[in-house]
């Protein structure tokens, strides 16, 4: 059964980028996408973006100028870097397996597995 | 910007029908899904392409989608299903979630 890991800095300062990485164990990380999502405390989920083990990105256009993410297929890693980074972007951010699929036009898409999430707080 | 609305609250009796709707623009023109979020805890899908339920997950959580709006219906609803339930869609080119809401059983 794949499994999910965050890791990186639970503090980050303003202007500065944020850093994470997502091991997965249990299954190969190739040839599927991989998302990066966040929950601000107390509010709603926002996709960030996914990545495919070619290296393929899309990232959510709100978030497009300071989002980088990357994949390490013999590592089993991927990760995120956000450049910027302000007090809104404090919030528990998730590693996610992403099913997508373009089926006749329309587009199929849903998050299975999840991390289990880790806590960024930016503050100086 | 595409957006999925939720009602931000419910409440429903152990053993009721509890019906969560997400509306959105032609959303029966799109695949929709549901996740389940306990507290303290990452959210678990529970319906996939609109009425698909992942292995493991209980029979008693079913999904439609037609029109404007995606539901949600949990039959015989527990105590164990109180948690906070979150559809999602994709529209140009993004993921787009609803704002989620908060099922109490009581």
């Known amino acids: 059964q794949v499994q999910l890991q965050e890791s990186g800095p639970g503090l980050v300062k303003p202007s500065e980028t944020l850093s994470l990485t997502c091991t997965v164990s249990?299954?190969?990380?190739?040839?599927?996408?991989w998302s990066w999502i966040r929950q601000p405390a107390g509010k709603g989920l926002e996709w960030i973006g996914r990545i495919y083990t070619s290296g393929s990105t899309n990232y959510n256009p709100s978030l497009k100028s300071r989002v980088t993410m990357s994949v390490d297929t013999s590592k089993n890693q991927f990760s995120l870097k956000l450049s910027s980074v302000t007090a809104a972007d404090t919030a528990v951010y998730y590693c996610?397996?992403?099913?997508?699929?373009?089926?006749?036009?329309?587009?199929?898409?849903?998050?299975?597995?999840w991390g289990q999430g880790t806590l960024v707080t930016v503050s100086s | 910007s595409y957006e999925l609305t939720q009602p931000p609250s419910m409440s429903v009796s152990p053993g009721q029908t509890a019906s969560i709707t997400c509306s959105g623009d032609?959303?029966?023109?799109?695949?929709a899904c549901w996740y389940q979020q306990k507290p303290g805890q990452s959210p678990v899908l529970v319906i996939y392409q609109d009425t698909k339920r992942p292995s493991g997950i209980p029979e008693r959580f079913s999904g439609s989608n037609s029109g404007n709006t995606a539901t949600l219906t949990i039959s015989g609803t527990q105590a164990m299903d109180e948690a906070d339930y979150y559809c999602q869609a994709w529209d140009s080119s993004t993921v787009v979630f609803g704002g989620g809401t908060k099922l109490t059983v009581l």
């Open positions: 032609k959303l029966g023109d799109k695949y």
């Open positions: 996610a397996r992403e099913k997508f699929e373009d089926i006749v036009g329309a587009i199929l898409n849903w998050f299975d597995p």
């Open positions: 249990g299954g190969s990380i190739s040839s599927y996408y």
